[in-house]
């Protein structure tokens, strides 16, 4: 290959890139839309790939299989939670950002439904998955803990009463925000939004006795 020849190869090269970025994410967004309306067990390749305007075989150009767009679209997922609970400007964490936090994490688990509601069932068909989610979680609880525990070191929330600590709170918080679709899937509806939304509110309420008094009186206005 001449020279020249070279060059134009390599400098189509990240046009090429970004198609194929852009078409991931069509496959991922039809994906997404499908698995939320259907459920991914009811939802195939095939349907996948004419719902993103593809031919089957340009859908596995991208993606191996079904179980590759799960993988990629809870990697977006996880990687819509980045950040969020990291200190804020000066280092600390505030109840105004605790709010803001909660309402966004259940904006990303509406737009996300159907991990939220199949997660047992989709971990438990996928071991590679279930590796991911498990590194997800043990980084997404340390950040709770972290905020929790600067909540506490500026007098915004009293700790539990030992044995009890700060790590066992937001375990607690965990277990009501990532179980609170699958709930709504036997006692509500979970493609409500307003009712997906209530899980925030709910995490307010557990947090409720713990919130310093001035606390408590921001984050329950209404009962003040």
Same mark, same amino acid.
């Given at each position: 290959?001449?020279?020249?020849? &070279?060059?134009?190869?390599?400098?189509?090269?990240?046009?090429?890139?970004?198609?194929?970025?852009?078409?991931?994410?069509?496959?991922?967004?039809?994906?997404?839309?499908?698995?939320?309306?259907? /459920?991914?067990?009811?939802?195939?390749?095939?349907?996948?790939?004419?719902?993103?305007?593809?031919?089957?075989?340009? #859908?596995?150009?991208?993606?191996?299989?079904?179980?590759?767009?799960?993988?990629? $679209?809870?990697?977006?997922? &996880?990687?819509?939670?980045?950040?969020?609970?990291?200190? +804020?400007?000066?280092?600390?964490?505030?109840?105004?950002?605790?709010?803001?936090?909660?309402?966004?994490?259940?904006?990303?688990?509406?737009?996300?439904?159907? $991990?939220?509601?199949?997660? #047992?069932?989709?971990?438990?068909?996928?071991?590679?998955?279930?590796?991911?989610?498990?590194?997800?979680?043990?980084?997404?609880?340390?950040?709770?803990?972290?905020? +929790?525990?600067?909540?506490? &070191?500026?007098? $915004?929330?009293?700790?539990?009463?030992?044995?009890?600590?700060?790590?066992? $709170? &937001?375990?607690?918080?965990?277990?009501?925000?990532?179980?609170?679709?699958?709930?709504?899937?036997?006692?509500?509806?979970?493609?409500?939004?307003?009712?997906?939304?209530? /899980?925030?509110?709910?995490?307010?309420?557990? #947090?409720?006795?713990?919130?310093?008094?001035?606390?408590?009186?921001?984050?329950?206005?209404?009962?003040?």
């Amino acid at each position: 290959m001449r020279p020249e020849q &070279a060059t134009a190869v390599t400098a189509r090269r990240p046009a090429r890139m970004a198609k194929s970025s852009r078409t991931r994410g069509r496959i991922l967004d039809a994906a997404l839309v499908l698995f939320n309306e259907r /459920g991914a067990a009811a939802v195939s390749t095939n349907h996948i790939a004419a719902a993103a305007g593809l031919s089957p075989g340009n #859908l596995y150009y991208h993606f191996t299989g079904k179980q590759e767009i799960i993988r990629a $679209l809870h990697e977006r997922y &996880a990687a819509a939670h980045e950040g969020m609970w990291d200190p +804020g400007p000066g280092g600390r964490a505030d109840l105004d950002r605790l709010r803001a936090n909660l309402a966004a994490g259940m904006e990303l688990a509406w737009e996300y439904r159907f $991990l939220e509601r199949e997660l #047992l069932a989709l971990l438990r068909a996928d071991p590679q998955l279930r590796a991911s989610y498990r590194q997800v979680y043990q980084r997404r609880l340390g950040q709770w803990i972290s905020f +929790g525990e600067g909540l506490a &070191a500026d007098g $915004l929330i009293r700790p539990p009463r030992p044995p009890a600590t700060i790590a066992d $709170l &937001a375990t607690s918080v965990w277990l009501i925000a990532t179980n609170w679709l699958p709930f709504l899937e036997i006692t509500g509806d979970p493609h409500d939004p307003r009712q997906v939304a209530r /899980g925030a509110d709910l995490v307010l309420a557990v #947090l409720g006795p713990y919130l310093a008094e001035s606390a408590a009186a921001a984050a329950f206005p209404a009962q003040s």
